[in-house]
């Protein structure tokens, strides 16, 4: 199950009023909470649950450099372009604040140490810095959508 599904579906029980969903599919386990009122936020839970057959082929450790992890090239069309990707798991805001502008827009300027977006991680807002300087083609993740570590955020064309 992928993010955008998990989504779709966090969105449609919060919608149709149920007070609680449990879904369990292969691997994945979730349980989504939401109040009738709104009295209080709705709460989500994500379960990955371990794979006995992968644990002989996890044994061995991939090890990445920095940079690799926050910009690397993209593949098929997208080659030409450097893919940002979040180097921290949490919620990811385009805007410092909800009255402020957005950070960067499709079609702007970057330049290396410019602050693209926040992530916010138990409470803690951090920036996002660009590693490079370019243009950004796409933006590829939803304004207050949860990502995950290594997950694209953006697409430059560095020329």
Not at 27 to 50: A, C, N, R
Request: a negative charge; aromatic letters at 6%; glycine letters at 6%.
């Amino acid at each position: 199950m992928d993010l955008k599904e998990i989504q779709n579906l966090i969105k449609f029980v919060a919608n149709s009023g149920v007070a609680e969903v449990k879904l369990e599919t292969g691997d994945v386990k979730i349980t989504i909470k939401t109040t009738l009122e709104g009295s209080s936020p709705e709460v989500t839970y994500v379960q990955q649950m371990p794979a006995q057959a992968a644990l002989p082929q996890a044994a061995a450790p991939q090890v990445a450099t920095p940079a690799a992890t926050t910009a690397a090239p993209a593949t098929d069309d997208n080659s030409k372009y450097i893919t940002i990707k979040s180097p921290i798991i949490g919620t990811f805001y385009r805007k410092p604040a909800p009255d402020k502008p957005t950070f960067v827009e499709v079609g702007g300027s970057i330049s290396k140490g410019d602050v693209l977006c926040v992530i916010e991680a138990m409470k803690l807002f951090n920036e996002i810095e660009s590693e490079v300087s370019g243009k950004i083609v796409k933006i590829l993740v939803d304004d207050m959508s949860p990502v995950e570590f290594d997950q694209p955020l953006f697409l430059v064309d560095p020329s």
